[in-house]
């Protein structure tokens, strides 16, 4: 008995979770990074215990450039979390400006992350040894993380929110990411403490 053929297109994709699949894609990237990073903060941490009058980092020296990092990273995970609540919402108007307002907050972490690292390589040999690299990688993270936002706020912008609920719960991954990250790093490498932080925002914000 003959085969009927198959006649018109089979959709092979149908049952794929392209959402699913993105951020298994994008968390698989950043759990790589971070075993990265991890290798330069132990050996930070490691050369400090060992020789700190060589390693050892004053935050003094950098001028309130950790105390302002760490502000504007804390405002920026504030803000995420209130776009991601107008979000949930639909409340396309307050998403847009809160949007705008994180990536305003982002773009000053870039320039004092960026200050921070060009600190880090020209202050000593040693010093440029164990910090400029995971600081490389956190302003890597943070231009990155403006990038995605000036995506978003255009997605944002179209009548079709189509891309945008897309997008965001997956540049969301990379955008706490980067905050969380940038803290971790600080007070692991003692570039800060939370004592000093909260000594310096109780002298300049209050």
């Known amino acids: 008995m003959a085969v009927q053929p198959v006649h018109g297109h089979v959709a ?4 794929v979770d392209h959402q699913g699949n993105a951020n298994l894609a994008v968390w698989l990237g950043l759990i790589a990074l971070t075993f990265t990073t991890a290798t330069f903060v132990a050996t930070n941490v490691y ?3 060992w020789s700190p009058a060589k390693f050892d980092l004053s935050p003094l020296k950098l001028q309130g450039l950790p105390y302002q990092t760490m502000l504007f990273l804390l405002i920026s995970g504030v803000l995420l979390f209130i776009a991601g609540a107008f979000f949930v919402r639909n409340a396309w108007h307050g998403f847009r400006v809160t949007l705008a307002l994180t990536t305003l907050s982002f773009f000053a972490v870039l320039v004092l992350q960026f200050r921070i690292m060009v600190w ?12 400029t690299p995971s600081a490389f990688i956190e302003f890597a ?4 993380s403006v990038i995605l936002l000036a995506i978003g706020g255009w997605f944002a912008s179209f009548a079709s929110k189509r891309r945008i609920n897309r997008f965001f719960p997956v540049a969301m991954n990379v955008w706490l990411y980067t905050v969380f990250a940038g803290i971790v790093m600080m007070l692991l490498e003692n570039v800060m403490t939370v004592g000093e932080f909260a000594a310096w925002c109780g002298q300049h914000l209050t």
């Open 141 to 144: 993270l943070v231009v990155l």
């Open 12 to 15: 092979h994709d149908e049952h």
């Open 120 to 131: 880090f390589t020209y202050a000593s040999k040693q010093i440029a040894t164990i910090y």
């Open 47 to 49: 050369l400090r215990a």
